[in-house]
């Protein structure tokens, strides 16, 4: 099983609608993350958590919110989608061992 | 603040030949410098952190100080190295956040 799993693997969404993608995680990582991947631009955080009480903005949180449900669980929520969300979506921990990443969620607005 | 520049988006060479994915930061402190991979279609991966001096699947890296880069080597490329490779640096805390560079692609041919 993997250690770090988002749902769903993909999405397509209309313009203006409310989305939700999930990350739960059996690490036992307090520190969870939400990046964003973009051909050219790489890896940019959205919102991070170190833990259940503490939320963070990242580089690129406008039009983004999170919830941390629990330790295990960190969900990403798009309010009102738009086209140029459209991108690779990746959750991750981090722990002593260093940063586990989920397998992506691929995300298009239309 | 701290950044990571890796300035080449994409980079050949054929199989056999040696490869070098450029990684420069600028940060004060002491960092602790990570390569990451991510293969086609696949979640992102440690391939290797400045702190451990190992060699993983034949690649190497060098944190260099004084000119302040972590350059990713291989002497003899294969075709299933094939891949993005991040740069990223983590400021001191075993705990802290990772910060990417925007990644190199790296194809190699056969």
């Known amino acids: 099983d993997a250690d770090v799993t988002q749902t769903p693997r993909n999405r397509i969404t209309k313009t203006g609608k409310r989305i939700m993608l999930e990350c739960s995680q059996t690490?036992?990582?307090?520190?969870m993350y939400w990046y964003r991947q973009d051909p050219g631009l790489g890896l940019r955080l959205i919102y991070y958590s170190f833990d259940v009480k503490d939320i963070n903005k990242g580089e690129i949180s406008d039009g983004y919110s999170v919830s941390r449900q629990a330790q295990a669980k960190f969900s990403l929520s798009l309010e009102s989608a738009i086209p140029n969300q459209t991108a690779l979506y990746f959750c991750a921990t981090s722990g002593p061992d260093g940063y586990t990443f989920g397998s992506g969620t691929r995300l298009t607005v239309v | 603040a701290q950044r990571v520049t890796q300035p080449e988006k994409l980079l050949s060479v054929f199989k056999g030949a040696p490869v070098e994915l450029k990684c420069n930061y600028s940060?004060?402190?002491?960092?602790?410098l990570f390569w990451y991979v991510q293969y086609s279609r696949q979640r992102l991966q440690l391939l290797l952190r400045?702190?451990s001096r190992e060699s993983i699947k034949g690649f190497t890296a060098d944190l260099n100080k004084g000119e302040t880069s972590f350059h990713l080597k291989k002497p003899f490329a294969q075709e299933e190295d094939s891949a993005m490779y991040y740069c990223?640096?983590?400021?001191?805390?075993?705990?802290?956040?990772?910060?990417f560079g925007r990644g190199t692609q790296l194809t190699v041919w056969p």
């Open positions: 400045h702190i």
């Open positions: 940060y004060s402190g002491s960092p602790e």
């Open positions: 690490k036992g990582h307090d520190r």
């Open positions: 990223a640096l983590r400021r001191g805390s075993t705990l802290g956040r990772l910060y």
